[in-house]
């Protein structure tokens, strides 16, 4: 049963940093593309990051690029989510998620696989 996990998240002030992770089992992630995708209360589920599962391009929503970095693990925690400078929207809970092929996707229909998600929440 292939499964992700995530990690990290909890209650931290406007200004400070938590680093996501996202445990896998069941089957390697290593030549697959990854996501980070977040759902704030009463908002629907939105892109944050993706890391192509070759090259290892990365792509960002316009809000969290500077503050936020996503990069990839190993074969049990295939990417992480750093979140610096966060800011009280922020706040929402953050699900990795995985594809089956390398190239990155924004669209969280092309996902296959997902965790049940951490959540993070920002005080201002």
């Known amino acids: 049963q292939v499964q992700l996990v995530e990690s990290g998240g909890g209650l931290v002030q406007a200004g400070g940093s938590l680093r996501l992770s996202c445990d896998a089992s069941?089957?390697?992630?290593?030549?697959?593309?990854m996501g980070w995708f977040r759902q704030a209360p009463g908002k629907d589920r939105e892109f944050v990051a993706s890391?192509?599962?070759?090259?290892?391009?990365?792509y960002f929503i316009d809000d969290v690029k500077g503050r936020f970095i996503i990069s990839r693990g190993d074969a049990k925690t295939p990417v992480y989510l750093q979140m610096n400078m966060l800011k009280p929207e922020d706040t929402a809970i953050y699900y990795c998620?995985?594809?089956?092929?390398?190239?990155?996707?924004?669209?969280?229909?092309?996902?296959?696989?997902w965790g049940q998600g951490t959540q993070v929440t920002v005080s201002s």
């Open positions: 890391i192509h599962g070759s090259s290892g391009i990365t």
């Open positions: 069941g089957r390697t992630f290593s030549g697959s593309a």
């Open positions: 998620a995985a594809r089956r092929i390398s190239v990155a996707s924004k669209n969280a229909r092309d996902y296959v696989y």
